[in-house]
C-alpha cells in the first residue's frame, strides 16, 4: 500500500515588512559615515602637512574632493536607508528589507532559525541602538535588523528564541 506524498510547502506570503528601523538609526549610519570620511581624509592631510609647499597640487584637491563627498553621502544616504530598511517578525518568518542601491528582501522561516544574537557597536551603545542577527540554515547567510532599540533588540531576541523553541524541526 502507497501513502500519498506530503503536501507541498505553503509559499510564505511576499510582502514589503511592517516595521522601520528607530529613528535614531539615521544619527548611527551618518556617523559612521563621518568617521568613515575622516579616515579618508585624514592622511590626505597629513601628507599635505608634512610635504608644505612641496605636496602634489592635486593632492589638496582629492582631499577636497573626499570630504565633500563623504560629508555628502552621510547626509543625504542615511536618510533614504531609513525610509527603504523595514523589519518584521511572525510566527512563520523573519522579513527584512535593506540597501539603497541595491535592494535585499530577506525571509528566513521560523523553522529554519539557528541562532539568535544581539550587537551593540560602540556607536550604537552610544546611541542605544543594537543589531538582531538571526542565523538560518541558508547559505545565504544569516538575516540582520540593524538599527534597532538596544530595548526593542532584547526583546525582540527573546520573542524569536521563544517562537523558535515552539516551532517542531531541527531547524536545517
Given at each position: 500500500?502507497?501513502?500519498?506524498?506530503?503536501?507541498?510547502?505553503?509559499?510564505?506570503?511576499?510582502?514589503?515588512?511592517?516595521?522601520?528601523?528607530h529613528?535614531r538609526?539615521?544619527r548611527?549610519?551618518?556617523?559612521?559615515?563621518?568617521?568613515g570620511?575622516?579616515?579618508?581624509?585624514?592622511?590626505?592631510?597629513?601628507?599635505?602637512?608634512?610635504?608644505g609647499a612641496?605636496?602634489?597640487?592635486?593632492l589638496?584637491?582629492?582631499?577636497?574632493?573626499?570630504?565633500?563627498?563623504?560629508?555628502?553621502?552621510?547626509?543625504?544616504?542615511?536618510?533614504?536607508?531609513?525610509?527603504?530598511?523595514?523589519?518584521?517578525?511572525?510566527?512563520?518568518?523573519?522579513?527584512?528589507?535593506?540597501?539603497?542601491?541595491?535592494?535585499?528582501?530577506?525571509?528566513?522561516?521560523?523553522?529554519?532559525?539557528?541562532?539568535?544574537?544581539?550587537?551593540?557597536?560602540?556607536?550604537q551603545?552610544?546611541?542605544?541602538?543594537?543589531?538582531?542577527?538571526?542565523?538560518?540554515?541558508?547559505?545565504?547567510?544569516?538575516?540582520?535588523?540593524?538599527?534597532?532599540?538596544?530595548?526593542?533588540a532584547?526583546?525582540?531576541?527573546?520573542?524569536l528564541?521563544?517562537?523558535?523553541?515552539?516551532?517542531?524541526?531541527d531547524?536545517?
Amino acid at each position: 500500500m502507497q501513502t500519498a506524498p506530503p503536501p507541498p510547502p505553503t509559499a510564505l506570503p511576499l510582502r514589503p515588512p511592517a516595521h522601520q528601523v528607530h529613528p535614531r538609526a539615521v544619527r548611527w549610519w551618518q556617523l559612521r559615515d563621518v568617521l568613515g570620511t575622516v579616515l579618508l581624509t585624514a592622511p590626505q592631510l597629513a601628507v599635505l602637512l608634512v610635504l608644505g609647499a612641496d605636496a602634489p597640487g592635486w593632492l589638496p584637491v582629492t582631499a577636497g574632493v573626499t570630504a565633500v563627498l563623504g560629508l555628502a553621502y552621510a547626509l543625504v544616504v542615511p536618510r533614504i536607508l531609513y525610509r527603504i530598511h523595514r523589519w518584521e517578525v511572525t510566527g512563520e518568518a523573519v522579513y527584512t528589507l535593506s540597501g539603497w542601491l541595491v535592494r535585499e528582501w530577506r525571509i528566513a522561516p521560523i523553522s529554519r532559525v539557528q541562532t539568535v544574537d544581539t550587537e551593540h557597536g560602540p556607536l550604537q551603545q552610544l546611541l542605544k541602538l543594537a543589531s538582531v542577527t538571526v542565523t538560518t540554515a541558508s547559505a545565504r547567510g544569516p538575516v540582520t535588523i540593524r538599527g534597532l532599540d538596544a530595548d526593542d533588540a532584547a526583546e525582540l531576541a527573546r520573542v524569536l528564541t521563544e517562537t523558535t523553541q515552539a516551532v517542531p524541526g531541527d531547524a536545517t
